[in-house]
């Protein structure tokens, strides 16, 4: 019997699926080791750099990792990465889901049945059976409408944090490169056309060249003068993850003999996501950064079943909006990330939860505070509300 089998049978996952009252399915839900989970959501629709253990064990080494699968009528539809942070003096704990509970498959005509059922059995296990705090971060909705976010509320869930600059940019990857071309604003491909009479050439790298890259990184970041609170730091641990459909893709530009600009992409899922990138000065004027997510953009239509290659949001830089904003064109979207989404079925971990986000809140508006007072540092430019 092979692990997923062996996993759906200790779910009890042979029981068929129910609807249920307000439109949800009946789901089980089974923790599993870090080894399972990582070798089961592969292939999952939802599945992103937040929700893979090596992520978050190397990202935040002190906080415990619960990996669960949710199955219904024989067969694995979905599953979440729950991480519980213990709160000082031990007086409780919150269960922190990032992109969070994620769909086997998308665009099943249930998917929102399925989701609301996953849902049911988080605040379950997490908010009553374990008195915690669960907080929940959906993914940023396609569309004009938000169901994950707006089901969450209708479920009791309050909102939480916001993000200052929330926006997030898609690019459309089922489009032929005459379309793709065709939807890119008209300075972006002006851009782009320069960029291919430069000279330079496009290479699909392997982690034997993250050396390479790590230059490039560091050369950059001083040069730019961003502050950087990524986790580039799993990086290494990405590239060593055991299973192959999960690990990030390293892509170079070069000009000659010389490495000019790189890209490190998360390929899994229906949603490509632009990691990291790095260029050096002279690729400013040989625009080398068009060239190489022009090809990138190819690459992953050509070799992924992504629909989308998620660009990330800006950061309050609006040379990074400009930028993001004629590469997603008139085919792609820019949408809002949601706000956090906090559920307590009780008084005490509502409020020792509340406090703790506080806190933290706290922390990060103080470091922001800092670093704009820094004169080594860049400065936001973009404005709250002018990112559409």
């Known amino acids: ?14 029981e068929p699926a129910h609807a249920v009252a307000r439109g949800r399915l009946d ?24 929700q893979l253990s090596t992520f978050a064990r190397t990202r935040w080494p002190g906080v415990n990792q619960e990996p ?5 009528g024989g067969k694995i539809v979905g599953g979440c990465l729950v991480m519980v942070q213990q709160l000082p003096l031990r007086l409780g704990a919150i269960a922190v889901a990032k992109w969070g509970p994620m769909l086997a498959e998308a665009n099943r005509p249930d998917a929102m049945a399925l989701y609301a059922g996953m849902i049911d059995r988080l605040v379950e296990h997490f908010a009553r059976e374990r008195r915690m705090m669960l907080s929940l971060m959906p993914h940023a ?30 690019v459309n990857l089922r489009l032929t490169d005459e379309a793709q071309r065709k939807s890119l604003e008209q300075k972006w491909r002006y851009h782009l056309s320069k960029s291919e009479k430069a000279g330079l050439s496009f290479e699909h790298a392997g982690a034997e060249r993250l050396g390479a890259f790590d230059a490039l990184y560091a050369a950059m ?7 950087d609170y990524s986790a580039y730091g799993t990086v290494p641990a990405l590239f060593a993850i055991g299973n192959p459909k999960l690990r990030p893709e ?3 530009v070069r000009h000659g003999d010389e490495v000019v600009a790189g890209a490190i992409i998360f390929k899994a899922g229906n949603r490509a996501v632009y990691l990291y990138g790095a260029t050096t000065e002279k690729a400013l004027g040989l625009r080398a950064g068009y060239f190489m997510h022009w090809h990138i953009i190819g690459w992953l239509r050509d070799n992924t079943g ?11 830089f609006q040379g990074l909006h400009q930028f993001k904003k004629g590469m997603v064109g008139n085919a792609g979207v820019i949408v809002p990330l949601p706000p956090v989404a906090n559920y307590a079925a009780y008084r005490l971990p509502s409020v020792l939860g509340e406090a703790a986000f506080a806190a933290r809140e706290l922390v990060h508006v103080a470091q922001r505070l800092v670093d704009r007072l820094r004169t080594d540092r860049a400065k936001p430019d973009q404005k709250q509300d002018g990112e559409r």
């Not at 970041?221 to 502050?227: A, C, G, I, L, V």
Request: charged fraction near 20%; glycine fraction near 10%.
């Open 1 to 14: 019997m092979s692990v997923i089998a062996e996993t759906l049978a200790a779910a009890g996952a042979a």
């Open 27 to 50: 789901v089980a839900m089974q923790k599993v080791t870090e080894a399972v989970w990582e070798q089961t959501i592969g292939d999952f629709a939802g599945v992103c750099q937040e």
């Open 68 to 72: 669960v699968l949710f199955s219904a």
């Open 141 to 170: 909705a396609l569309g004009a409408e938000t169901p994950e976010f707006e089901h969450l509320l209708a479920r009791g869930f309050r909102r939480g944090a916001h993000f200052g600059f929330p926006n997030r940019y898609f």
């Open 221 to 227: 970041t001083d040069r730019k003068k961003f502050p």
């Open 250 to 252: 390293l892509f170079f």
């Open 306 to 316: 992504a629909d989308w290659y998620d660009l990330g949001g800006t950061d309050g």
